[in-house]
């Protein structure tokens, strides 16, 4: 559903999934004993999924292990900073979006290369194929997105917000 700043609502997962599609990197949250760690990392958006990849061992991975449950979020502000209507400069015109969900680190060499393909095309189109015996060194990681948020403001006034919920 959308809603703007008139209350209006409207079908929405295609805006959301523009806002996804047109940025490659996002920040992805985890929590695991009460202690965050939040992280930049370059992403794509396919069909319901973020994919990213990593290495075989680092502190994402301890995270996800320990709690897969994660949030990741990508942010694009499109214009200066305009006048807010109380005064100071802190509007400006962006698109967001917010993804809750479940991580799964792709541990099958054949169906990490094909995460990994997918990943790859999108970042490089033209880019030659990824083979089995090329990933042993990386892993690839999807998230599967249960719920998402979006918000767009523009003319430093007007708001659209989003909300879908996958079932």
């Known amino acids: 559903m959308v809603k703007n700043i008139s209350g209006k609502f409207n079908d929405s997962r295609e805006e959301i999934?523009?806002?996804?599609?047109n940025e490659t990197m996002g920040f992805l949250g985890l929590c695991t004993n009460g202690t965050p760690y939040v992280i930049p990392l370059t992403y794509c958006y396919h069909n319901g999924r973020i994919i990213f990849h990593c290495a075989i061992r680092g502190i994402k991975l301890d995270y996800i292990r320990a709690n897969p449950q994660v949030?990741?979020?990508?942010?694009?502000?499109s214009g200066k900073a305009m006048n807010h209507p109380h005064g100071g400069s802190c509007k400006a015109d962006h698109d967001s979006a917010v993804c809750y969900g479940i991580a799964r680190i792709i541990e099958d060499t054949n169906e990490r290369c094909?995460?990994?393909n997918i990943f790859n095309h999108f970042l490089q189109p033209d880019a030659k194929e990824i083979l089995?015996?090329?990933v042993?060194?990386?892993?690839?990681?999807?998230i599967k997105v249960t719920r998402m948020t979006g918000r767009q403001q523009r003319k430093g006034t007007k708001y659209t917000y989003w909300e879908y919920n996958f079932n």
């Open 136 to 142: 042993s060194r990386c892993y690839a990681v999807e």
């Open 114 to 116: 094909k995460i990994l």
């Open 132 to 134: 089995p015996k090329d």
């Open 71 to 77: 949030c990741f979020t990508v942010g694009k502000q």
């Open 17 to 21: 999934e523009k806002i996804l599609q």
